[in-house]
């Protein structure tokens, strides 16, 4: 199996500023590590994801790192938004098809 | 755009009833799931399945079967339903072979009193 520990469970982020959230996983088989973003209410949307033959990726104002010695990965959002106000998990799988474990959730809040 | 509906979207069960949560895509996936998201948590995965007529279990799923009578659809079924089991559920299906993403329908809330 795999467990995913992500922090911090709340942010608080200034308009313009970044905001990064940080997950570990235990399994070093893991291969695949995506970003979902959850509004109230709504389901969880994929943002961005990374694999384990890459340590960097970045698409509109996100960029995820991946370290796999220390098996930590990241995600940076750059530029803060209001709309960027949200719930943020990661989650990491050995195998795709075997369905993703997820982080607890970063709620993030971006005021004026 | 994938498209993964479920329904019931909304249920209030008893205590020791039976409940069962449908899914249907429309993307010809061949991968289907099923997660349930506590209040303030992340997702956890109850079943899955990879092809119609077979299923297999996730990381929680006591208290849970699931079935795929076709590709298009995958139920969670509540065979004894208890309190523990208020939640809301999401169903995600994804493509093998076409990238990784999972596409999640919009959630079934479920209480059970």
């Known amino acids: 199996g795999e467990q995913v520990e992500q922090l911090p469970s709340i942010l608080r982020v200034q308009e313009g500023s970044s905001a990064s959230i940080n997950c570990t996983y235990e399994?070093?088989?893991?291969?695949?590590f995506p970003w979902y973003k959850q509004e109230p209410g709504e389901n969880p949307k994929l943002i961005i994801d990374?694999?384990?033959?890459?340590e960097r990726k970045q698409t509109q104002g996100l960029i995820v790192l991946l370290d796999k010695k220390a098996k930590r990965f990241s995600l940076h959002i750059t530029d803060t938004q209001p709309g960027d106000s949200a719930m943020y998990f990661c989650?990491?799988?050995?195998?795709?098809?075997?369905?993703?474990?997820f982080g607890l959730g970063t709620r993030v809040s971006v005021f004026p | 755009e994938a498209a993964v509906t479920q329904s019931p979207r909304s249920k209030v069960a008893v205590t020791g009833g039976k409940v069962t949560l449908s899914c249907h895509q429309t993307?010809?996936?061949?991968?289907m799931y099923w997660y349930r998201q506590d209040t303030g948590h992340g997702l956890r995965l109850i079943h899955y399945?990879?092809?119609?007529?077979?299923?297999e279990k996730g990381d929680i799923p006591d208290g849970y079967k699931a079935s795929r009578p076709s590709q298009e659809n995958f139920s969670l079924i509540l065979e004894l339903a208890s309190l523990s089991q208020t939640a809301v559920y999401f169903c995600?299906?994804?493509?093998?072979?076409?990238?990784?993403?999972?596409?999640f329908g919009p959630g079934t809330r479920l209480t059970v009193l």
């Open positions: 995600a299906s994804t493509l093998s072979g076409q990238g990784y993403e999972q596409y």
């Open positions: 399994n070093s088989a893991s291969n695949y």
């Open positions: 990374i694999r384990s033959n890459m």
């Open positions: 989650a990491a799988t050995t195998d795709y098809a075997q369905g993703l474990t």
């Open positions: 993307n010809n996936h061949d991968y």
């Open positions: 399945s990879y092809v119609a007529d077979s299923t």
